[in-house]
Each structure stands twice: as structure tokens, then as C-alpha cells.
Antibody
Framework: EVLLVESGGGLVHPGGSLRLSCAASEFTFNSFGLNWIRQAPGKGLEWIAYVSSNGNTRFYADSVRGRFIISRDNAKNLVFLQMDSLRVDDTAVYFC??????????????WGQGTLVTVAS | SYDLTQPPSVSVSPGQAASITCSGDKLGGKSVCWYQQKPGQSPILVIYQDTKRPSGIPERFSGSNSGNTATLTISGTQAMDEADYFCQVWDTTSALFGGGTRLTVL
């Protein structure tokens, strides 16, 4: 069974930085794009970043572009989210999700359990 | 930017059919998927490419998409189906989610 396990969440002050990791197993890691999706407390889902299977292509939501960087290490089956200049409204559970592409649809077939990031003074 | 609109809540009696809608401009020309999320859990994919069910998803879950509206239908709704449901599309270089619908089975 595909497994995605996030780590690295915690409490950080506004303006601070945090690096999230997602460890993947039980699938051919370098064949799939990976994504970060977040959910603020009591709110809906917000996709924030995508990295292609080889790491060469990255997309970001407007809300995080220029502050967050997604990357991956295909040798270690890891995907990362470097988060800088954090704001209070970045507080959320951050999910790692595997992506699948089908015609014009890109969707998320497996999700991790999430890691909580709290930005507060 | 492209917006997806879902009703905040839907209620259904056990055994009845529940319909959850997702609206967007010319949504029928896009491919839609649906996720179920129970409290404290990660989302799971229940419908992709408008109508397809992933392995392990019960047959009572079905989807349709036409015009400006996609619909997730749960026939013979069970108490275990009580959850939040989110629609999602891919728009050029970003994924977009609807705001979510809380399904209450009462």
C-alpha cells in the first residue's frame, strides 16, 4: 500500500521558516509528481505546490509563490517544502499527496496523514 | 481565476440518495474529481474523471458532469458516509478545490 508520511511541522513565529518533509514508500517514487496541499483549521483544502517526477517542473499557488519552495530527492524517496517568511494565515495542516495525470485532469490518489504548522507570536 | 462553488451543507436520511453539487463556468468541459474527508482524517479519492470510482470505493458513489455543474451522488446513504466532500479540477498549472460540503446523515 502506498504510504506518505509527513514530518517537520510545529510552532513558528511570523516571519520565520520551517522545512517539511514527506517520506514515500511502496511505489515507484520517481514516476510520480508530488504535491503539497494544506487545510487551515476548520477550512477547506488548498493546493499549494507541485513538483514533477524528475523535479524539473514546479508549480505554486499565488498565495505561496516566492515564499515556499518544493523539491524532491529521488534517491531517498523524499519530497520537501521549504517555507520562508511565514505568516499567521499559513497556519494549517499540510498534506503530501501523490498526483496522477489523466487527460486534462490532475488529481491526488494518495494522501499522507498531514503535519500541523502553527504560525503565531 | 476559476472558482468552484459547493453548498456548505447537505442533509440526507439513511437509505436515501444524497446529491452534492459543484458549480463552475463551463465545468462540463473540464474533468472533475471528488474527495471524502472524515473528521481528523486525510481526504480520500472517491470519484475521478467525472464518473470513475477508484478501487475500493463502494458502488453507491457515482458522479456526473454536464453544463456548469458536476454532481456526486451517494445512493442508499449510510451513516458512515457522513463527511466533508470536496470537488477538484486542474486549471492549467494549478489544482482548484471547491469550498467543501458537509454531508449529514440524520
Amino acid at each position: 500500500e502506498v504510504l506518505l508520511v509527513e514530518s517537520g511541522g510545529g510552532l513558528v513565529h511570523p516571519g520565520g521558516s520551517l522545512r517539511l518533509s514527506c517520506a514515500a514508500s511502496e511505489f515507484t517514487f520517481n514516476s510520480f509528481g508530488l504535491n503539497w496541499i494544506r487545510q487551515a483549521p476548520g477550512k477547506g483544502l488548498e493546493w499549494i505546490a507541485y513538483v514533477s517526477s524528475n523535479g524539473n517542473t514546479r508549480f505554486y499557488a499565488d498565495s505561496v509563490r516566492g515564499r515556499f519552495i518544493i523539491s524532491r530527492d529521488n534517491a531517498k524517496n523524499l519530497v520537501f517544502l521549504q517555507m520562508d517568511s511565514l505568516r499567521v494565515d499559513d497556519t494549517a495542516v499540510y498534506f503530501c499527496a501523490r498526483g496522477r495525470s489523466l487527460s486534462s485532469l490532475y488529481y491526488f490518489d494518495y494522501w499522507g496523514q498531514g503535519t500541523l504548522v502553527t504560525v503565531a507570536s | 481565476s476559476y472558482d468552484l462553488t459547493q453548498p456548505p451543507s447537505v442533509s440526507v436520511s439513511p437509505g436515501q440518495a444524497a446529491s452534492i453539487t459543484c458549480s463552475g463556468d463551463k465545468l462540463g468541459g473540464k474533468s472533475v474529481c471528488w474527495y471524502q474527508q472524515k473528521p481528523g482524517q486525510s481526504p480520500i479519492l472517491v470519484i475521478y474523471q467525472d464518473t470513475k470510482r477508484p478501487s475500493g470505493i463502494p458502488e453507491r458513489f457515482s458522479g456526473s458532469n454536464s453544463g456548469n455543474t458536476a454532481t456526486l451522488t451517494i445512493s442508499g446513504t449510510q451513516a458512515m458516509d457522513e463527511a466533508d466532500y470536496f470537488c477538484q479540477v486542474w486549471d492549467t498549472t494549478s489544482a482548484l478545490f471547491g469550498g467543501g460540503t458537509r454531508l449529514t446523515v440524520l
